[in-house]
């Protein structure tokens, strides 16, 4: 079983940035795959940024150029760095980790860009 708890969320002007954290219990850290996925009101969950183990990384066209995956496995935590922030960017985000077959999840932060 793996924990995660993700921070970092607020309030933020439009073309501002923010960092979110996921802080993930347990020791083998480094196998899994992290992922960050967010959800706008009345929409889906989007999957946005993923870093494999290798430290490979996957963006979606909403978020690439803009939002930056990363992982510090000494410190059991993945981050997203966002920058260029629009409104449009306003949902809760989840962090996941992931190891066939099993995906965890944490319990979300919300992100709000607003003027």
């Known amino acids: 079983q793996v924990q995660l708890v993700e921070s970092g969320g607020g309030l933020v002007q439009p073309g501002g940035s923010l960092r979110l954290s996921c802080a993930a219990s347990?020791?083998?850290?480094?196998?899994?795959?992290m992922g960050w996925s967010r959800r706008a009101p009345g929409q889906q969950r989007e999957l946005i940024a993923v870093?494999?183990?290798?430290?490979?990384?996957k963006y979606s066209d909403s978020v690439k150029g803009r939002f930056t995956i990363s992982r510090d496995n000494a410190k059991n935590t993945a981050y997203l760095q966002m920058n260029a922030l629009t409104p449009e960017d306003t949902a809760v985000y989840y962090c996941?980790?992931?190891?066939?077959?099993?995906?965890?999840w944490g319990q979300g932060t919300q992100v709000t860009v607003s003027s």
């Open positions: 996941n980790a992931h190891y066939d077959p099993e995906v965890w």
């Open positions: 347990g020791s083998i850290f480094s196998i899994y795959a």
């Open positions: 870093i494999a183990a290798n430290g490979t990384t």
